[in-house]
């Protein structure tokens, strides 16, 4: 049987890169690390991780035992919230959501749960996808409101890591532009017709996006504004500064100053959805709320 606290330390090797800074959260010595690892190594009669000047990386081996640590670790915290949770009397709940799904979504579904449920503690984290799926995956929420751009879903079928999705919203990307711009009365169009036009950027995802695109299409991407919020970055839109690429849940259409252009195919777009665990009893309220936003979705303008 593999030792649980060898695990733990190969954990945290995986997470900080080094063995010294390893020893260094685990309050023990670099060597006492270094044995740990050994000897997990020779109980398994693989290496676990590969050792250089740059620091240490996890092997295929290596990984796949995070990984499984990592599930560990997840159904020890879950068990302790659930004891806890018990002698208490009361239960808590928490969603990770990015801003824009949370700040449509949440509210009303929110406020029917909290009315429905007042002895449920609801707690609300604000994180992108690369962020939210680790919490769930960690056991420290309980299920994420995410999504991902053209590309392979967050969570595959059959994969390690103890992670659902549910599809919720297809969230098209549109153009928008200053009011008084010659492309403001089309009723779609092309990115290449904006090749040479500034770009004011919304999500740093949007802008990974576009430099793809205009790399693909042979121009250079012009950015005259960067932000991390859609709705900044459509006033400065509205100011002059440029044009903008926003999901379809994100148009400030009440924007004075504004134009909202549709892309032509292939149209870009993020795929909303909501990570939950699997392969465990998850907290008893998450199908729920996994229900609750699905009927938001289906009443979100356009669907």
Not at 135 to 155: K, M, N, S, T, W
Request: net charge neutral; glycine share 8%; charged share 20%.
């Amino acid at each position: 049987m593999i030792d649980a606290h060898r695990l733990r330390v190969l954990r945290e090797v995986a997470a900080h890169g080094s063995f010294n800074r390893a020893a260094a959260a685990l309050l023990l010595t670099p060597s006492a690390v270094s044995q740990q690892i050994a000897a997990l190594e020779r109980q398994l009669g693989t290496p676990v991780v590969t050792r250089s000047t740059r620091g240490v990386a996890l092997t295929e081996p290596g990984r796949l035992l995070v990984e499984t640590a990592e599930t560990i670790a997840a159904e020890l915290r879950h068990a302790r919230e659930r004891i806890d949770e018990l002698a208490s009397g009361r239960g808590r709940l928490t969603v990770a959501t990015f801003t824009s799904g949370g700040r449509v979504l949440l509210p009303g579904v929110l406020s029917r749960f909290v009315a429905a449920h007042p002895q449920v503690e609801t707690n609300v984290v604000e994180r992108e996808p690369e962020d939210s799926l680790p919490l769930v995956r960690r056991g420290e929420a309980d299920l994420a409101v995410a999504y991902h751009f053209d590309g392979p879903l967050p969570v595959l079928p059959g994969d390690r890591t103890g992670l659902s999705w549910t599809p919720l919203a297809e969230d098209p990307m549109s153009v928008a532009l200053p009011a008084a711009h010659p492309l403001a009365g089309r009723a779609s169009v092309d990115l290449t017709e904006l090749a040479e036009q500034p770009w004011v950027i919304g999500c740093s995802k949007t802008e990974a996006f576009l430099r793809g695109y205009a790399a693909a299409a042979g121009f250079g991407l012009r950015v005259s504004g960067s932000t991390s919020d859609y709705h900044l970055a459509q006033a400065l839109t509205a100011a002059g500064l440029g044009v903008s690429l926003v999901p379809s849940i994100c148009l400030a259409r009440e924007t004075p100053g504004l134009a909202f252009v549709p892309l032509n195919p292939p149209r870009p777009a993020r795929y909303i959805g909501i990570a939950t665990r699997r392969r465990r009893q998850d907290h008893p309220l998450v199908p729920i709320l996994v229900e609750w936003l699905r009927e938001a979705a289906e009443a979100l303008p356009g669907r």
